[in-house]
């Protein structure tokens, strides 16, 4: 029999209603009946009401899934977010373990981020942005619009990645020479590039073009800061397709209005949530800092959009839809992440390699079976009873179910 699933999409777009309505009629989801109500709204403590009645719920980057909107969205049937997008760093992963899965679209075109990547710092670098509209202007004039070579100079990649490689190789195509930084660096790939890891600091220094392509975490939050800048040569361009929180937009602002470093190519920016995405033309932009960001000549600032293009659209759709039907079938879930999971790749601590998900649905006694002897995961205790309301989880304050919050 097909299976039924209800999902409550958030902050859709046009083109999500696209390009989810064409994979619909993909043949691969033939035995699923998608039941979606697409809503402008973004996902927050003040929207999770509209997921009742639904199966599971598709988010985007900009959706806040905290504490609270995980108890509401439990609390209104919701057993899976489906967030169509890579990074997660939006999702309180501890306040969804064992109530609700969450699964994620872990690539979906690399390419597309580089290559936006390379857009913003050849625009800054060459100044087209300027020129494009000077001209518009009947302006003509050259004066101001000077740039550098690319060639010869050097570029350093943070978070060597998925995105991170591809861009390192573009940028070695240009005939720059490559520092990479990572803390799981891949070697193979630095030799085959004739690119070297170094530290942090070293790749300041020595950079023309640094470019951040690493998740955010609490530990490299702001990892671009007034001290980091201080190394840096003034020449350098700093390009951020990552996420807003790896830099302190403050000290990049005083940074550039101060000609301390050369620009700023930016797809991201800290406090984008309330603003990217959105039509503003029409009112007063009250953040002060995006206000002065906007108006530097030498930033570059695009909303969010270097995942834009019609092959990154389109899979996005289609894997989104893949980990909901699997979920709704009870199928592994190889795309779930939890607070167990490691950045790398290797989750250690994570039962979904095992067990097909991060945690199970199963009754308490086949949960604890599949799960790890040691109860410590990270060095926290982790609670080994399946989720139940009966279960009295929040009960005991030496219980490592309870929750620590209260
Ligand atoms: N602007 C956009 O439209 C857009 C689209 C997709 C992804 N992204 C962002 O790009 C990031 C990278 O994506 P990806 O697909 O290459 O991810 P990935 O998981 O393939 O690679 C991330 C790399 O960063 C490394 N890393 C982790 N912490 C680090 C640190 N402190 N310093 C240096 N490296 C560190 C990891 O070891 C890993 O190699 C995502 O986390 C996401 O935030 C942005």
């Known amino acids: 029999m097909k299976k039924n699933v209800k999902i409550a999409f958030f902050d859709a777009k046009p083109y999500d209603r696209a390009w989810f309505g064409a994979a619909l009629k993909d043949p691969l989801f033939a035995d699923t009946d998608f039941d979606i109500e697409y809503f402008d709204s973004k996902l927050s403590a003040a929207t999770a009401r509209l997921a009742q009645g639904h199966d599971a719920v598709c988010a985007f980057v900009n959706d806040r899934i905290d504490r609270d909107v995980a108890a509401q969205l439990e609390a209104a049937g919701i057993r899976l977010v489906a967030l169509r997008c890579a990074g997660y760093n939006n999702v ?94 891949d070697g193979e790939f630095a030799e085959e590039l004739g690119a070297k890891y170094v530290d942090r600091d070293t790749l300041y220094r020595q950079s023309d073009v640094i470019s951040l392509h690493c998740p955010l975490t609490p530990e490299n939050r702001y990892m671009i800061n007034e001290q980091s800048i201080a190394l840096m040569k003034r020449e350098a361009i700093i390009l951020n397709t990552g996420r807003g929180g790896l830099i302190d937009t403050r000290a990049l602002v005083e940074a550039l209005k101060g000609d301390r470093i050369r620009g700023a190519g930016l797809d991201v920016y800290e406090e984008e949530e309330r603003y990217f995405f959105e039509d503003w033309s029409m009112a007063p932009i009250r953040d002060d800092i995006l206000a002065r960001l906007i108006q530097l000549p030498n930033v570059v600032l695009t909303a969010h959009q270097a995942f834009l293009t019609e092959e990154a659209l389109g899979e996005i759709a289609r894997v989104t839809l893949s980990n909901i039907r699997d979920w709704a079938q009870g199928k592994a879930l190889p795309n779930e992440i939890c607070y167990h999971c490691e950045e790398d790749g290797k989750y250690p601590g994570c039962i979904r390699e095992s067990s097909g998900s991060c945690w199970t649905d199963e009754p308490a006694a086949e949960t604890s079976r599949s799960r790890p002897e040691d109860t410590r995961i990270h060095g926290v205790p982790v609670c080994t009873k399946a989720f139940s309301p009966e279960s009295e989880r929040f009960g005991d304050e030496d219980d490592p179910c309870a929750d620590g919050s209260e």
């Open 92 to 185: 309180d992963l501890e306040a969804m373990w064992e109530r609700i899965h969450v699964a994620r679209v872990p690539a979906y075109s690399p390419h597309s981020v580089a290559e936006h990547t390379v857009a913003l710092l050849q625009t800054l670098n060459r100044k087209v942005h300027v020129a494009y509209n000077r001209i518009r202007d009947g302006n003509f004039a050259l004066a101001g619009l000077v740039g550098r070579d690319l060639y010869g100079k050097t570029a350093g990649i943070i978070g060597t990645g998925k995105i991170g490689k591809i861009l390192a190789r573009i940028l070695s195509g240009y005939g720059m020479r490559i520092l990479l930084s990572d803390p799981c660096p």
